[in-house]
């Protein structure tokens, strides 16, 4: 019998989103739990490292939003061909992923001082342009950053580039490796069903 | 003929590229470490793939970003872990390491005195913490995952370098960890290899 997954994270895109892409683009079922902030302070001692997203398999667990979603892209045959390959995905993973999962929702729903907005702002600007001018200069030109089919690190950068493209709507036009990645994504026949569902509570 | 791998990074001793380093020494495995001063990698930085170090050079391809080398270095050398969940398990030790040392680097580099004080309490707070729960999922027989050696060992010895040498008893509730520290010493690549990499400032 197939394992069983069980996802655990915020009603929201931000750090647990790459996995939920990886599940459907792979087409593999798992549960989607989704958590209100209010439900979260119980729950959080009953985890491994006092964070979400977590990821049951089997009755065992795992913390750390990029340790689950490359267990999960290995698993169904999304990280990459050989070492090489996946380490080259793994590259932009960490280079797209952090900050900016979590600094974009947080500028676009959960910040409402004006100053602090402002800087935020100029912060996520700027490492906006740092990190997608890297990407650009790396990624192939076929529609995936690495090798020629879609890999787990194109799911990753689409979470941020949906992201961005909320926050500054045609900023991808300046990156065309990387808006071609951002469609063939949003073209995927799953990514596509996956992505029909309305937003979480929080609307990031 | 010249070794397989070629790593490049600055001198400083801790730090992202100290990892690999140690992940080459453990495994026994030969590489070109490559140590630059600040001038000579602004020289080098703009026809760099990603601008940044540390970097791995094999077979003509590079690899940045130190996480993906450091994954990349443990797989070729068979101290990722057995494939599949333990696998997963070392990684997710790994990224943890991450959060404490972004955090003491937080400390470290932080000019304002106020605000210098204000991450160094944050630190107090969050190193125990972060150890009970380490120490809860780490295994009894002197590794965080499985029965032998991998990089999450490494890991752990690496971040906790700086702690211990400031507090050595700083594992003395922690026996589980404190066991890891002591299986990464035992082991006759890093032994040598720290007694012979040069003290640094960082």
């Given at each position: 019998m197939a394992?069983?997954?069980?996802?655990t994270?915020?009603?929201v895109?931000?750090?647990?989103?790459?996995?939920?892409?990886?599940?459907?683009?792979?087409g593999?079922?798992?549960?989607?739990?989704?958590?209100?902030?209010?439900?979260?302070?119980?729950?959080k001692?009953?985890?491994?490292?006092g964070?979400?997203?977590?990821?049951e398999?089997?009755?065992?667990?795992l913390?750390?939003?990029?340790?689950?979603a490359?267990?999960?892209?290995?698993?169904t045959?999304?990280?990459?061909?050989?070492?090489?390959e996946?380490?080259?995905?793994?590259?932009?993973?960490?280079?797209?992923?952090?900050?900016?999962a979590?600094?974009?929702?947080?500028l676009?729903a959960?910040?409402?001082?004006?100053?602090a907005?402002?800087?935020?702002?100029?912060?996520?600007?700027?490492?906006?342009?740092?990190?997608?001018?890297?990407?650009?200069?790396?990624?192939?030109?076929?529609?995936?950053?690495?090798?020629?089919?879609?890999?787990?690190?194109?799911?990753?950068?689409?979470?941020?580039?949906?992201?961005?493209e909320?926050?500054?709507?045609?900023?991808?036009?300046?990156?065309?490796k990387?808006?071609?990645?951002?469609?063939?994504?949003?073209?995927?026949?799953?990514?596509?069903?996956?992505?029909?569902?309305?937003?979480?509570?929080?609307?990031? | 003929?010249?070794?397989?791998?070629?790593?490049?990074?600055?001198?400083?001793?801790?730090?992202?590229?100290?990892?690999?380093r140690?992940?080459?020494?453990?495994?026994?495995?030969?590489?070109?470490?490559v140590?630059?001063?600040?001038?000579?990698?602004?020289l080098?930085?703009?026809?760099?793939?990603?601008?940044?170090?540390?970097?791995?050079?094999?077979?003509?391809?590079?690899?940045?970003?130190?996480?993906?080398?450091?994954?990349?270095?443990?797989?070729?050398?068979?101290?990722?872990?057995?494939?599949?969940?333990?696998?997963?398990?070392v990684?997710?030790?790994?990224?943890g390491?991450?959060?404490?040392?972004?955090?003491?680097?937080?400390?470290?580099?932080?000019?304002?005195?106020?605000?210098?004080?204000?991450?160094?309490?944050?630190?107090?707070?969050?190193?125990?913490?972060?150890?009970?729960?380490?120490?809860?999922?780490?295994?009894?027989?002197?590794?965080?995952?499985?029965?032998?050696?991998?990089?999450?060992?490494?890991?752990?010895?690496?971040?906790?370098?700086?702690?211990?040498?400031?507090?050595?008893d700083?594992?003395?509730?922690?026996p589980?960890?404190a066991?890891?520290?002591?299986s990464?010493k035992?082991?006759?690549?890093?032994?040598?290899?720290?007694?012979?990499?040069?003290?640094?400032?960082?």
């Amino acid at each position: 019998m197939a394992p069983k997954y069980k996802l655990t994270y915020f009603d929201v895109r931000s750090r647990g989103e790459p996995t939920r892409l990886i599940f459907a683009a792979a087409g593999v079922e798992y549960e989607d739990v989704r958590l209100s902030f209010e439900q979260w302070p119980p729950i959080k001692p009953t985890t491994p490292m006092g964070g979400l997203p977590m990821l049951e398999v089997d009755g065992k667990t795992l913390s750390q939003s990029m340790s689950i979603a490359r267990f999960v892209a290995k698993e169904t045959g999304l990280d990459g061909k050989n070492n090489l390959e996946r380490a080259l995905a793994d590259a932009f993973v960490d280079e797209i992923h952090e900050p900016l999962a979590a600094k974009i929702p947080t500028l676009l729903a959960f910040t409402t001082d004006e100053k602090a907005k402002e800087d935020l702002a100029k912060e996520v600007d700027q490492l906006i342009a740092e990190k997608l001018g890297k990407c650009e200069r790396n990624s192939g030109s076929v529609g995936h950053l690495v090798g020629n089919s879609l890999l787990w690190c194109d799911l990753v950068f689409y979470n941020i580039a949906s992201y961005i493209e909320a926050y500054k709507p045609g900023t991808l036009q300046n990156y065309p490796k990387l808006a071609k990645v951002y469609a063939t994504v949003k073209a995927n026949p799953r990514i596509a069903k996956w992505l029909e569902r309305p937003a979480g509570q929080y609307g990031v | 003929m010249a070794p397989k791998y070629k790593f490049t990074y600055f001198k400083a001793s801790v730090g992202r590229g100290e990892l690999v380093r140690l992940i080459f020494a453990a495994a026994g495995v030969e590489f070109e470490d490559v140590r630059l001063e600040r001038e000579e990698w602004r020289l080098l930085k703009e026809t760099s793939p990603m601008g940044q170090l540390p970097m791995l050079e094999v077979g003509g391809q590079v690899i940045c970003q130190s996480g993906a080398i450091f994954r990349y270095a443990a797989k070729e050398t068979g101290l990722s872990g057995a494939a599949g969940w333990e696998e997963a398990q070392v990684d997710m030790f790994v990224s943890g390491m991450e959060d404490l040392t972004m955090k003491m680097y937080g400390v470290y580099f932080e000019r304002d005195e106020a605000k210098k004080e204000e991450k160094k309490t944050a630190l107090a707070t969050f190193v125990p913490n972060f150890l009970r729960n380490y120490e809860k999922l780490c295994g009894s027989d002197g590794h965080l995952v499985g029965t032998s050696l991998t990089y999450a060992d490494l890991a752990f010895f690496n971040g906790m370098d700086d702690i211990l040498k400031k507090q050595p008893d700083a594992l003395e509730k922690y026996p589980r960890l404190a066991k890891v520290v002591e299986s990464v010493k035992a082991n006759k690549g890093v032994a040598t290899y720290i007694a012979e990499r040069p003290e640094t400032l960082l």
